[in-house]
C-alpha cells in the first residue's frame, strides 16, 4: 500500500491510496458489511448517516454523494466550482440539509451547505488565512457547530456558527490552551472533532502529541489532556473521537505508517476527556481512522475502521474483535439505530447492520 503525505507548512495530514477494489464482502459474525455501488472511483473521506435510509458520502475531486434508499442507490451532487477541492468531511442532518467541508492551505479550506438535498450550495465560508488549514467540523443542531483548524502561531484555529453556517466566527485564541510544537488535527474521516448534547465538543489531535481538547460551553473555553495513543512521530496520534454521553468516550488512531501496529491505538474516558487509559485485553487491529458507536440499554458497542480493516467492542472499548480486513478510511453510524456505512478508496461504500455484535465468549 502506498502512503501519501500531505503537507502544509508545518503541519502534517494524511491521504491513503491504491487500495484494492473488492468485489464482494464477506459476512463476518453476526455483523452485515455489504458493499453497494457507489457509482463513483474517486476516494471517498467522509459520511454522515442520518438514518438506515439517508446517508451523505465525500471525498476527494469535489465529490458528494447522498443516498435515501438505504444506499440501494447513490446519486452524485455536483458542487459548483469545487471538482479540484477535497471534501474530507460531511455533516448531513437530514434527507435535504448538509454542510461540506474542504481541506487545504488558504482558500482551499471552505465550507458549502445545501438545504434542498443537493440542487444548490451556498459557499458559507472561506478560509482567508493563507496560514490556515481546516480539517474536520461538527454540528450540535440545525444552527449551531463548530470547525477546527491547525495550529498558528501556538494555537488551533477554531470557528464556530450559531445561525447555520451563514457566518462562521473564530473563537477567542486565549481560551485555547498553547499547542505542541507542530500539533495538529488529522483530516482523515472528519471525526478528529465530535459533539455531544447541547454544549459539549471534544478534539482529538496528533503530529508528535496525541491529544484530547475539550469545552463545555460551546468552545468559549478549553482544557487539554494527554492521551496514551502513538505520540512518536508526524504520522501518529489521535484521529477519531467519539462520546456516547458526556462522561464516555473514547479516541482510536495510532501510527498510520505503520498500519497493521495493534497498539497504541486505542483509548477510553470515563470522566469527559479529562483523563484517558488503555483498559482490556485486546485492542483494534491495527491503525484506526474513525471510530463509531450505537448504545444498547447502557452500554456502548464501538465499530472502529482503518486501512487494515475493521474492529468491534460490545463492551464500551474493554474488549475488541475483528471485524473483516477490508480497508476503510471513514465510519458513522446514525443516531439511535444500529445502521451505518463506511468508505474508502476507488469509490468503496459498505453497508453496516450491527444486530447481535457481541465480544463476550
Known amino acids: 500500500m502506498i502512503l501519501e503525505l500531505i503537507r502544509s507548512s508545518s503541519r502534517t495530514l ?31 473521506r467522509a459520511v454522515s448517516a442520518v438514518s438506515p435510509t439517508v446517508a451523505w458520502a465525500s471525498g476527494n475531486r469535489g465529490t458528494c454523494l ?11 451532487l455536483n458542487v459548483p466550482d469545487a471538482d479540484s477541492l477535497d471534501f474530507r468531511d460531511v455533516e ?10 474542504s481541506i487545504g492551505p488558504g482558500e482551499r479550506s471552505r ?33 449551531n457547530g463548530i470547525a477546527v483548524g491547525d495550529a498558528i502561531n501556538g494555537r488551533l484555529v477554531i470557528i464556530k456558527t450559531s445561525d447555520g453556517g451563514v457566518s462562521w466566527n473564530e473563537i477567542a485564541r486565549e481560551n485555547i490552551p498553547s499547542a505542541l510544537p507542530g500539533e495538529g488535527a488529522f483530516a482523515a474521516s472528519g471525526t478528529c472533532i465530535t459533539v455531544q448534547g447541547t454544549n459539549n465538543v471534544w478534539i482529538g489531535t496528533g503530529v508528535k502529541a496525541a491529544r484530547v481538547y475539550r469545552s463545555l460551553d460551546r468552545g468559549n473555553s478549553w482544557t487539554v489532556s494527554t492521551t496514551p495513543l502513538a505520540d512518536e512521530s508526524e504520522s501518529s496520534g489521535v484521529f477519531s473521537v467519539a462520546f456516547w454521553d458526556r462522561n464516555h468516550g473514547v479516541v482510536v488512531g495510532g501510527d498510520f505508517r505503520k498500519e497493521a501496529v495493534a497498539r497504541d491505538n486505542f483509548a477510553l474516558t470515563t470522566n469527559g476527556g479529562r483523563t484517558w487509559t488503555s483498559v482490556g485485553h485486546s485492542r483494534p487491529t491495527g491503525f484506526r481512522s474513525a ?26 472499548g474493554i474488549s475488541w474483535r475483528t471485524l473483516d480486513t477490508v480497508g476503510f478510511h471513514a465510519l458513522d453510524i446514525a443516531p439511535a439505530t444500529s445502521v451505518g456505512w463506511s468508505v474508502g478508496e476507488d469509490g468503496r461504500i459498505a453497508r453496516f447492520e450491527g444486530r447481535r455484535l457481541t465480544t463476550r465468549r
Open 66 to 76: 447522498r443516498t435515501t434508499d438505504g444506499g440501494r442507490t447513490w446519486r452524485a
Open 14 to 44: 494524511m491521504r491513503f491510496v491504491a487500495l484494492a477494489t473488492v468485489p464482494s464482502l464477506p459476512l463476518v459474525g453476526l455483523a452485515q458489511w455489504r458493499l453497494q455501488s457507489s457509482g463513483t472511483q474517486e476516494r471517498l
Open 291 to 316: 471510530v463509531s458507536f450505537f448504545v444498547r440499554g447502557r452500554m456502548a458497542t464501538l465499530v472502529a475502521v482503518g486501512t487494515t480493516g475493521s474492529d468491534f467492542s460490545s463492551d464500551g
Open 111 to 143: 465550507i458549502y451547505r445545501t438545504t434542498d438535498g443537493g440542487r444548490r450550495w451556498v459557499l458559507q465560508f472561506r478560509n482567508r488565512n493563507p496560514q490556515a488549514f481546516f480539517d474536520a467540523m461538527a454540528f450540535w443542531d440545525r444552527n
Open 92 to 101: 448531513a442532518l437530514d434527507a435535504h440539509t448538509a454542510s461540506l467541508l
